[in-house]
T-cell receptor, first 112, second 112 residues
Framework: EDKVVQSPLSLVVHEGDTVTLNCSYE??????LLWYKQEKKAPTFLFML????IEKKSGRLSSILDKKELFSILNITATQTGDSAVYLC????????????FGKGTKLSVKP | NAGVTQTPKFQVLKTGQSMTLQCAQD?????MYWYRQDPGMGLRLIYY???????DKGEVPNGYNVSRLNKREFSLRLESAAPSQTSVYFC???????????FGEGSRLTVL
């Protein structure tokens, strides 16, 4: 059975800290891995990764995929209170028609 | 720019009552999805529609039915609500099989 596992499940840091969120996967016929940020409501898209070793970057957030070791990390540098959210990792499972399987998420709390 | 719109945003039902959650997208996407999100369980796929006229079961379809009314609209129906269906429901859409999902803002359903 395909699965996506995130760690840690929750994390508390102070403003200015750098954090690394982890996502490991076991997916047959792996195609891509996606990261979403969920604040109070809808998950919003951050990154889609398909190639190993190529970093995707958006401001203070970056992510990289390791297809050999079957994991991805999401880094946030110089964290701000506005980064507080649940970060979700997802991948299309075997036979997917566009649907994704999600990890349980990492809840990040950034304290002032 | 509406994106994915869900109604209602909140609903309280009694056990055994029925209701329909409505979802519409204005991005001309082919695929639409219904997920539920429960504490500690992450997002789980209920049903999806890869294209107009087709629907398929996801991970947790029992107790639900769906209708892909046209390319824009995908509804989720609870015929006889149960307390186990208390959850936050998200509708999502995507352009094609390898595109990111866009989510609605969620519908919080409580079944007493």
């Amino acid at each position: 059975e395909d699965k996506v596992v995130q760690s840690p499940l929750s994390l508390v840091v102070h403003e200015g800290d750098t954090v690394t969120l982890n996502c490991s996967y076991e997916v047959t016929n792996f195609r891509s891995l996606l990261w979403y940020k969920q604040e109070k409501k809808a998950p919003t898209f951050l990154f889609m990764l398909t190639s190993s070793g190529i970093e995707k970057k958006s401001g203070r957030l970056s992510s990289i995929l390791d297809k050999k070791e079957l994991f991805s990390i999401l880094n946030i540098t110089a964290t701000q209170t506005g980064d507080s959210a649940v970060y979700l990792c997802a991948a299309p499972p075997r036979g997917s028609q566009g649907n994704l399987i999600f990890g349980k998420g990492t809840k990040l709390s950034v304290k002032p | 720019n509406a994106g994915v719109t869900q109604t209602p945003k909140f609903q309280v039902l009694k056990t055994g009552q029925s209701m329909t959650l409505q979802c519409a997208q204005d991005m001309n996407h082919n695929s639409m999805y219904w997920y539920r999100q429960d504490p500690g369980m992450g997002l789980r796929l209920i049903y999806y529609s890869a294209s107009e006229g087709t629907t398929d079961k996801g991970e947790v379809p029992n107790g639900y039915n769906v209708s892909r009314l046209n390319k824009r609209e995908f509804s989720l129906r609870l015929e006889s609500a149960a307390p186990s269906q208390t959850s936050v429901y998200f509708c999502a859409s995507s352009a094609n099989r390898d595109s990111r999902l866009f989510f609605g803002e969620g519908s919080r359903l409580t079944v007493l």
